[in-house]
């Protein structure tokens, strides 16, 4: 069934149904980043594969609204005859059913996929129209997705303590300890990672995220209730979870939200979507709107959770260098494509033996494709890597002991005079934000002009935010900490920044086009000893290791603590990669690493 077919099906499902418009996201019923299969609602309907977006279906009209990270790729993957293209976060789902909408339309919305914020925002833009916003028992979308695939019958598997750094029972006991502080009965987990991470499991049920399908309810004395398909749980995951773990089938998840009548129940309200606080209401619960507890704790990593993060940063990195050896021997030569060279990086990290997953879909991107900052390559767009080209290659594996990311950028060939000058002004900006000293406390959106200033100098930016936060074996966009600025994709990063965070460092520059340039490090917030200072401070320790590309960089830019930055790195990154490699990987790393 094509694209516009699927549209029209929609459409007559919509009007057997009683509705004028069905509003559709790109999330499932725990609000993930990365998605099951069977919860790919927007990229059956629309054809979209990006990991962020939504779409709104009228009986006359529709439209896809994605981000600037998705520009070109929306345009590439959907019909302008059957969508307007729609950017956020200047416009808004809201605010265009504020506007497309007529007196007296009912537009449908499945409240597990939506928050209650985004269910009053689009309850109050509808009303100004004199339209309702009305909720379905079932998704419109699954009567007609005849081949919907099932969620993952995978099981949960243990991640022991000596990785994950304290027990499951202490983390509960905390979580008790907050919601006594809260004067709470309950707190609902709805968050796979949240729950993950509390109870020292993992899964495979959702694509380059290691997490199980689930929900958890953990009470005031640290008990928890713990809904999962019964087939998921495997002797050795019973006996981890222990007797004040009880278990129950997911599917009871919704009747149990109804047994808390009188109680002060805790959802938070980005990640608890608006079914969970209708039902927790709809018993007699007072619903609290706080953030789950588990989102800080989980983000400020212990010293095993860092230790095993610098552990899969050295294999990690050694994968790299070999891969990019392959890239600059191989790829001038001709025959080598965008998925050929995805396939060769597999290949490599898989050689470690220790490889889990892909920390998300790798972006192998050359030339124009580099252009568009979430790229995904498939049969369909794959393109030759030529002479002339920058390939950009943004990737990330998933190991038991750490979640990496990486973002490298080779020229085919030799590169012109402006690749040239846009890598070092991106590079630049990287080091600004790699070596800034910032008060404790400071906020992540505070720290992205650093990462800028070397582009905007002469009139050039990037649509996207400068760091994402990430987990500890878990999803490598992890909140709440981010570095961007409020005129960007995502909003403002007003989260504090505290030692033990980990983010991604990450500018870029991207023409329409030609080429795209990223260069991506993850780092630690530390605290940094300052003689003399009146403030407690903080600074970012690089804990990724891999080369820059020399014929990229024009060392006459870098000022002179610029070019002491990139040697300092290069002479750790030689020192720490040599012991991992042997023979032209080695000699190829010690090139790459020396002094500029």
């Not at 991106?426 to 992205?448: C, E, M, S």
């Amino acid at each position: 069934m094509s694209y516009s077919a699927r549209l029209a099906a929609l459409r007559a499902e919509l009007a057997s149904l009683g509705l004028d418009g069905f509003v559709v996201p790109l999330t499932d019923e725990h609000m993930s980043e990365y998605v099951g299969d069977y919860a790919q609602r927007l990229g059956w309907l629309t054809g979209f594969g990006g990991s962020a977006g939504s779409a709104v279906v009228l009986a006359d009209k529709a439209a896809i609204f994605t981000d600037g990270r998705y520009t070109l790729q929306v345009r590439e993957q959907v019909s302008g005859d059957d969508y307007a293209y729609i950017p956020v976060p200047q416009d808004s789902v809201a605010g265009w059913l504020g506007r497309e909408t007529a007196a007296g339309q009912r537009i449908g919305y499945d409240p597990w996929l939506h928050t209650r914020q985004q269910v009053a925002d689009m309850t109050a833009a509808l009303a100004d129209r004199d339209a309702e916003l009305v909720a379905v028992g079932a998704n419109p979308i699954d009567a007609i997705w005849t081949d919907r695939p099932a969620p993952s019958p995978a099981v949960m598997t243990v991640q022991d303590d000596a990785v994950a750094g304290e027990s499951a029972a202490a983390k509960r006991a905390r979580i008790g300890e907050w919601l006594a502080e809260q004067r709470a009965d309950a707190v609902v987990l709805s968050a796979l990672d949240s729950i993950a991470w509390t109870l020292n499991v993992r899964g495979t049920d959702v694509a380059h995220t290691p997490v199980a399908l689930s929900y958890a309810i953990v009470h005031a004395d640290g008990e928890t209730d713990l809904f999962v398909a019964p087939d998921k749980i495997t002797p050795e995951v019973r006996a981890h979870l222990g007797n004040a773990v009880r278990l129950h089938d997911r599917a009871a998840f919704e009747g149990y939200l109804t047994g808390f009548a009188g109680k002060r129940v805790v959802a938070d309200p980005e990640r608890a979507v608006a079914a969970i606080a209708q039902a927790l209401e709809a018993g007699g619960a007072k619903v609290l709107a706080l953030r789950d507890p588990v989102v800080l704790t989980k983000a400020i990593k212990n010293p095993a959770e860092v230790a095993g993060h610098r552990a899969a940063s050295v294999r990690d990195g050694a994968a790299m260098v070999k891969f990019l050896r392959w890239v600059e021997s191989e790829c001038p030569k001709g025959g080598q494509t965008e998925l050929s060279a995805a396939a060769r990086l597999l290949a490599f990290r898989e050689a470690t033996g220790l490889l889990k997953d892909t920390s998300f879909s790798t972006i192998s991107a050359t030339g124009a494709h580099g252009a568009s900052p979430h790229y995904h390559v498939t049969e369909e767009s794959n393109a030759p890597i030529e002479l002339g080209q920058l390939f950009l290659i943004d990737s990330g594996g998933q190991y038991q002991d750490g979640t990496t990311d990486i973002t490298r950028v080779m020229p085919i060939g030799a590169p012109t005079d402006e690749m040239r000058d846009r890598f070092t002004r991106v590079l630049k900006g990287h080091i600004g934000l790699a070596t800034a000293v910032f008060p404790d406390g400071t906020l992540g959106g505070h720290l992205d002009s650093l990462a800028r200033r070397p582009l905007w100098e002469v009139g050039l930016d990037y649509a996207h935010g400068t760091g994402h936060g990430v987990g500890a074996y878990l999803s490598v966009h992890e909140g709440p900490q981010r570095i961007a600025a409020p005129n960007y994709p995502g909003g403002a990063a007003m989260e504090p920044l505290r030692a033990g965070m980990m983010l991604s460092n990450e500018p870029g520059y991207y023409k329409a086009g030609e080429y795209g340039i990223r260069i991506e490090n993850l780092v630690l917030v530390e605290p940094r000893e300052i003689a003399g200072a009146d403030r407690d401070m903080l600074g970012f320790e690089t804990l990724t290791l891999c080369p820059i590309e020399r014929t990229l960089i024009v060392a006459e830019l870098l000022t002179t603590q610029e070019r002491e930055w990139l040697n300092g790195y290069h002479a750790r990154v030689a020192e720490v990669l040599a012991a991992e490699l042997e023979g032209a990987d080695r000699d190829w790393l010690l090139e790459k690493c020396a002094a500029i």
